[in-house]
Every structure is written in C-alpha cells, then in structure tokens.
C-alpha cells in the first residue's frame, strides 16, 4: 500500500476564493524521500497542510479529491487521529511551539498518547540526544533561534513516531551542521520505512529525495527521480529555481 | 566615527542563566554589506536586536552616530535604521499589502502622490501587485517575507538590518533581493544581513562577522 495517495486534489482557500492547488496527483512509497519544489506561493504549504488535515479541519477552504495516509482519508478523520500517522513540521515553529521548556515540548504528545512515564521519558531522551538538544533541554523555546526551534518543533513530532513525516522549510534557518545532522537523520528514518516529504528551496537541501515534485501556480507539473531533475538546469532555470 | 559602535555588550535574557552575549565590541557602518554567520543560538538575533534598541545590554554601551541608544526613543532609532525580523508575522499588522507599504511611508510625512509613487514602484519591483489588496496574513510564507523586507525597503533607511532575509525565498526572489541590496548600497546605504545562507552572502557581502559562542571571532575590526 502506497503511504500517501493524493489525487485529483483541487483547494481554494476561502474567503478569498483563490484556487491554491490545481488537479493534484502523485502517491508516494514507504522508505521513500519526496521532495516538493517550486516558486514562493505555488501551493507547496497548502499541500502539506493538505496531508496532515490542517486543511481542511481548522483552515476551512473548499478542498475537492482524495487525500489519504497510510489508507485513511484525510477528510473523514480529525487531526489528533491524523497526528498518529503524519508528523507536520510547520514552516514557522512558532506556530507549534507553546510550552515553557524544550523538555515540555518533546513530552507533550507522548503524555497525551497516555505512554507509560518510562516510554515519553525514552523518547524525550532519544530526542534530545539525536538531536543535539541537550545543552538547551531546560531552555524556554521562545528564546531559541530559529534554527534550534525548528529542531524543537522537529523532536516533538518525531516523538510520536509517526510514519510519514511532512517537514515544511525546516533547514531554511539552520545552519551548516544542523541541516547535516537533520539530513542524516531523515536518511536513517527512511531506512525504517517512514515516508518523508521535505519541502525546500535550496537544492543542496534536496540532496537526500530521491524524489521531487515540481509545482507551478498551484499545478503539479514533473514528478520525477531527484537525479534527473536536479541535473536538468535547463529546467530548473527555466523556472527560476536556480540562484 | 562609525554609525554603529558596541562597547563591550553583554547580554543575557530575563530570568536566564545561560549569557548569549559576552563583552562584544563592533563597529558598523553605514556603508557596504556586512554578514553576520554563526551556528544557531550563537547570538545573532539577539546581537541585531541590540542594535536596533529593541533589547538593552546588560552591561555596555551601544552608540548610534555617537550617541547612547538608551537616550533615543524606538521610533527616533527606526528612522535610521531599517529592521526585517526573523519572521515576518512579527511585523505585518495592517490590513492590505499596500496599505502595509504605504504606513512607514505615511509616518515620514510624504505626500499622498509620493507615497503612492513609491508603494507602486516597490510592489512591482517585488511581485506583489497582483496582492496589492489581499489581507497579508493570507498570503504564503516567501511572500510574506517578500513584503516585510519591501515595507522596510521603501523607507529607505541609513541602514538596513536584515535576519535570516532569504529564508522562505525561492532562488528567483533572491536574486531579486539581492540586486535590490546592490542597488541601496550603490546609493551610498549601508546593509547588515544575518544568514546561514552562505551562497548568498558570497555573493553579496562585503565584510564578514562570525560569531561563536556569544563572541564575535572574525570580522571584529572594521
């Protein structure tokens, strides 16, 4: 069964009445990195909102196709469920970010899972020390730089081990050895079967997919090997994705 | 005399043990484009919240044209200095993109002509036209920091304090913001830009600050 199955997906974000995604179709594998490129305001945010219910539980919009995880539509199930199967790391971290340590943060959705106390206690150490947060464990997370938030916010979601992962600009804020150390982790994740989709715009960052979707104006228009796109300048300056 | 001089600035949080910044003495100027690199937490933010007046060391001085910051008001700082925060949510408050352009510019005391000549030209310059009177909340994250960085960018101001500017921008809009930093510093302006984004600085800065560990290790002279 193919982790995520996304077809025909139109969104329009309401009041506005914009049409943010156009007739979107792709599945993706377990074990498989997808990556989703294209110019600011393409719809690649809204697509992963898409993916973990953000949209349209709390977002509203009028959303038209099929969306599902791990075979469960998106639409027909409310986001705490969906959190089980899709850990969606938000652009901005601040958006997911509320309690006063980095501890707190990394404890919350195994305690509200009801896991024994050893469990969230593993899994807040395991998080901790993959990645690299031990000297900031007891640190309020607002008072963090952006890159470490993101780390945070990324360690929170991994702490309930979900099977696909949706990381939005995550490595945007980091620096050199962070978003080496983010990239050998989601390689070691997709060795155990998750399904990773990496929303970037660098394409050093996109060194790990072995996938890429390309969106323009809201319509998926390549999907293909990550080698060949990256390797297609043509293409990619064609679209101004190079700097 | 430099624009900018930090005389031994520390700084740490309220209520927290950990020194973000220890005994750093900078000069900046308003002149050229200066990067600010460091690891994440090395106290980069923080330094340029220092510099804008936002934060107050705990122990030192900062001096804007020679004068003590902590004797300026916010907005007396803000007219010479142009600040884009981190996230651009932090800073977008009105209720169009062209009325969030047109408000600094208001403030200065332009004529409503002048104001909207200059909100026409920096909406095309960075592609918001066709979101001249969308609510800006509503529009995704790159253009959002798109119009931060061109609501500051219109005012003109005798420096510019940029943080993390290229994060959220796809490779075009880069380069579309790094030619407009080549033309503001051309104009005798002066830029500071705190990245991870080496490429770009590469490409566009002209003096290297790096930071480690709440203290600057390259770059202290001028």
Redesign the interface.
């Known amino acids: 069964m193919d982790a995520v199955v996304v077809d025909n997906l139109c969104y329009k974000y309401q009041p506005s009445g914009r049409q943010i995604l156009k007739n979107i179709s792709f599945k993706a594998g377990q074990g498989e990195i997808v990556a989703v490129l294209g110019l600011s305001g393409c719809g690649k945010s809204t697509l992963g909102l898409c993916l973990g219910g953000i949209i349209p539980h709390y977002l509203g919009g009028e959303l038209t196709g099929r969306v599902q995880v791990h075979g469960i539509e998106v639409k027909d199930h409310n986001v705490a469920r969906l959190a089980l199967e899709v850990g969606l790391v938000f652009q901005d971290p601040e958006t997911q970010l509320f309690l006063p340590t980095v501890e707190d943060e990394i404890a919350f959705a195994p305690e509200n899972l009801c896991l024994p106390p050893e469990e969230i206690g593993k899994r807040v150490y395991d998080m901790i020390n993959m990645l690299g947060l031990s000297d900031i464990r007891q640190a309020n997370p607002n008072q963090l730089s952006g890159g470490q938030k993101h780390l945070v916010a990324l360690g929170a979601v991994l702490a309930l081990e979900p099977g696909i992962l949706v990381l939005d600009e995550v490595m945007a804020q980091m620096d050199s050895t962070s978003k080496k150390k983010i990239k050998d982790i989601l390689v070691n994740l997709r060795l155990y079967g998750k399904t990773i989709l990496i929303i970037e715009h660098e394409l050093e960052s996109l060194s790990i997919a072995d996938r890429i979707l390309v969106l323009e104006d809201g319509a998926l228009i390549r999907d293909g090997q990550a080698s060949e796109i990256v390797a297609d300048e043509e293409f990619l300056a064609r679209q101004k994705l190079m700097f | 005399m430099a624009f900018i001089d930090l005389i031994n600035v520390s700084y740490k ?1 309220p209520g ?1 043990q ?1 020194t973000i910044l220890h005994d750093i003495n900078l000069s900046i100027w308003n002149r050229g484009c200066t990067a600010v690199t ?5 106290g ?2 923080t330094l340029s919240k220092l510099l804008l007046g936002i934060l107050t060391p705990v122990t030192g001085l900062v001096k804007l044209n020679g004068q003590p910051l902590t004797s300026m008001t916010l907005p007396q700082i803000g007219r010479r200095i142009g600040y884009v925060f ?2 651009p ?1 932090r800073q977008i408050f009105c209720a169009t993109v062209e009325e969030e352009i047109s408000f600094g510019l208001q403030n200065q005391g332009l004529s409503p002509d002048q104001v909207l000549q200059k909100v026409k030209a920096i909406l095309d310059y960075f592609e918001l036209t066709r979101y001249a009177h ?2 800006p909340l ?6 959002k ?2 119009l931060a960085i061109a609501a500051v960018l219109a005012l003109e101001p005798d420096l510019l304090v940029l943080d ?1 500017p290229t ?9 579309l913001l790094g030619d407009y930093l080549e033309k503001i510093i051309a104009s005798h302006k002066g830029v500071v830009i705190i990245s ?1 984004d ?3 600085i590469a490409r566009y800065a002209t003096r290297f600050i790096r930071l480690k560990n709440g203290q600057v290790v390259e770059g202290q002279g001028a």
């Open positions: 949080y927290q950990r460091g690891s994440n937490g090395s980069k933010t981190q996230n949510d969308t609510f509503a529009l995704s994250a790159g253009e920091r798109r993390e994060a959220g921008l796809d490779p075009y809009r880069k380069r991870h080496h490429q770009f």
